[in-house]
């Protein structure tokens, strides 16, 4: 009696595991397409030149309240331009992260299928731990 619990227990869990490794396989077989904007990178070497176009790619990180001359002021601070070196030395590139937010993704896609794949932009936060990642209205913020 023993022995056919024992099998079993073993049966059972060999189809437990073969299940999620066939559903693991159907989710990596999801074709997502994304790329990832690296606005922490574009606005480190912001310059009154390239402003315009800064704010035309990337209209919903800079309101319209704020007058240029503050983006202009923060490229020179301080804290910022260590955060930006910082940041440059933990994700020289972003390969590693790019695909587990692809893997994340794809379950995403399986489990629910009418949501798009969100525009991915990466930031610095000036050190803000409370909204690491915010997800809204088709667009992914990564706070580096």
């Not at 397409?33 to 030149?49: A, P």
């Not at 692809?102 to 969100?118: A, D, G, N, T, W």
């Amino acid at each position: 009696m023993r022995y056919i619990v024992m099998i079993l227990i073993v049966v059972s869990l060999c189809i437990g595991c073969t299940t999620s490794s066939a559903v693991e396989k159907e989710i990596s077989e999801i074709p997502v397409e994304f790329t990832v904007e690296r606005f922490d990178q574009e606005f480190s070497k912001l310059t009154s030149q390239n402003l315009p176009q800064l704010k035309e790619t990337y209209p919903f990180l800079f309101p319209k309240q704020y007058a240029d001359t503050l983006w202009l002021q923060k490229t020179q601070d301080t804290i910022q331009k260590e955060l930006n070196v910082e940041v440059a030395k933990v994700f020289p590139d972003f390969d590693a992260e790019k695909a587990q937010i692809h893997h994340v993704l794809q379950h995403v896609r399986y489990y629910f299928p009418e949501i798009k794949v969100p525009r991915v932009v990466t930031i610095t936060s000036d050190v803000d731990y409370q909204n690491k990642v915010v997800l809204a209205d088709g667009l992914l913020l990564i706070a580096l």
